[in-house]
């Protein structure tokens, strides 16, 4: 059984909680965080030195970084999510990364200056945001899923990190691939519980 690592309401925690629901693997979730002040124990340095969660314990391997915990999990488990064709592979982990690179930075300066006012909020933060959420909604008028023709890790990677994004009380134009692509994950129960917090 899997030991995850990680408060639920985290959006990284909730990327490897969607994977585990959906290849209904075995696993106990613990509650790490700043807020829990466990993060910064010799113990938890040990296996995590970044301080951050989520972290998955599997035996005697400790694995941290959610995309690396999703890889992992999903080539342990021999989960059609990962194509094994490494040119199919290819277009999954490049949406991966793509949210690494350039999404998760506009992600996180929306999720700072969603809970500020309008007037103190950053001037590029919603444009930011746009350019790369108009990236994915073009995929999306292209394929059914972010990675082509199959649900793939990269909508699991991606789904809880988009989800909050259009969330943010933010005025952005309407990008209905997104929320076409949204309402198809929210009909999986897998996505549901792991965005519930």
Known sequence: ??????????GNVQKVIFLLKEINAAYERVDYGRQFENTTTPEYLAINPTQKVPTLVDGDLTVWESHTILRYVAAKEKSALIPTDIGARTQVERWMDWLLAALNSAYLGGFRDAKK????????????????????????GKTPWVAGAEFSLADIALGPIVKRCVAFPFEMPAMPNISAWLAKLAERPAFVAATAA
């Open 1 to 10: 059984m899997y030991k995850l690592l990680g408060r639920a309401t985290s």
């Open 117 to 140: 006012t309008e007037a103190e909020r950053a001037p590029d933060t919603v444009k930011n945001l746009v350019t790369e959420l108009t990236i994915l909604e073009k995929q999306l």
